[in-house]
């Protein structure tokens, strides 16, 4: 009977230590560089590419104040870069049109 109860029991006085480490995840961060990753793609397509653009700006902009940053910080450095590109071709379409 005793042996029974001692079953679940670790009776050899050795403590064990289980290391569990926590992977931590930014998801906001992580959509935010993949929202911005195909946005290069199709950032083109009026309306459609550029609320992706957007969305990629915002979503990893509130991802970096959450731990890791990293694809968060990726995705607003693409998602700025793409922006300014975009503004930049608005702007010589629009002295293009203004010239002629």
Known sequence: MEESQ???QNNSGQTIIVNQTEKKS???GTAG????LIALFIGWIPILGWLI???G???SFIGIFK???G????GLVISLIGIILL????AGIGAAALSS
């Open 33 to 36: 560089f993949v929202l911005a």
């Open 71 to 74: 694809l968060a910080i990726a």
């Open 6 to 8: 001692n079953r679940g």
């Open 26 to 28: 930014n998801g906001l």
């Open 53 to 55: 653009w957007i969305l």
């Open 67 to 69: 731990v890791p940053r």
């Open 57 to 59: 700006l915002v979503l």
């Open 87 to 90: 503004i930049l071709v608005f």
